[in-house]
């Protein structure tokens, strides 16, 4: 199956900060996710991008797909982005895999 | 537009007892995906349907989980009989089906087996 890496796997912020999340995958997929997994463990989606950019509020995210890889970015972060995000990619028609997750800690 | 449904929330048995969950995908949603997450881990496909047939159930430990999809639209996934390394959060998920698979979860039933 498709290896998927996500780092750093634990980021702790002070509120206000901003981070940048990183997937890499090890093969080419037409569909790749987004979540937040919430404290009481809801995954709710953040972004659908196989390619491109896309930006929703204070979060934004970017896939290369030549590159096999892509980016979430977290500005001016609030405690309630605390909680472990995923990326999830998948070739057409096929399963899903997901990473292990970046969890996030944010500080007031 | 109503999410995918569980149900129960929680759920506590002993080894070798079984159980069952419940799945409502949203309304139009073709696929229907069961995921296991064990604590500190991203979630594991068991098993995804497309109406009612079996797209992939590879990483489906048959001697023990089974799931159904009757008529398409609800799902039961059912372990018997549980082990303790069972204990995991299961979620379940839906999506369109086409080039586009965007998949929207459920909020999860979390079982403890003791």
């Known amino acids: 199956g498709i290896q998927v890496e996500q780092s750093p796997p634990d980021l702790i912020l002070q509120e206000g900060a901003n981070s940048t999340l990183r997937c890499n995958f090890s093969?080419?997929?037409?569909?790749l996710q987004w979540f937040h997994q919430n404290p009481w463990g809801q995954l709710i989606n953040l972004f659908y991008i196989p390619s491109g950019t896309k930006q929703n509020g204070r979060l934004s995210a970017t896939t290369v797909a030549t590159e096999r890889y892509s980016l979430l970015y977290i500005s001016s972060s609030q405690t309630t982005d605390s909680g472990v995000y995923f990326c999830?990619?998948?070739?057409?028609?096929?399963?899903?895999?997901f990473g292990t997750g970046t969890s996030l800690t944010v500080i007031p | 537009e109503a999410g995918v449904a569980q149900s129960p929330r929680y759920k506590i048995i002993e080894k070798r007892q079984s159980v069952a969950f419940w799945c409502n995908p949203i309304?139009?949603?073709?696929?229907l995906y069961w995921y296991q997450q064990i604590l500190g881990q991203g979630p594991k496909l068991l098993i995804q349907f497309q109406n009612n047939g079996v797209v992939d159930d590879s990483q489906l430990p048959k001697d023990r989980f089974s799931a159904e999809r009757l008529k398409g639209v609800d799902s039961t996934l059912k372990i018997q009989p549980a082990k303790l390394e069972d204990s995991a959060v299961y979620l379940c998920a839906s999506s369109l089906v086409g080039s586009v698979i965007e998949q929207f979860f459920g909020p999860g039933t979390r079982l403890t087996v003791l």
């Open positions: 309304s139009g949603h073709a696929t």
């Open positions: 999830a990619v998948a070739e057409t028609g096929n399963q899903f895999y």
């Open positions: 093969d080419s997929v037409n569909n």
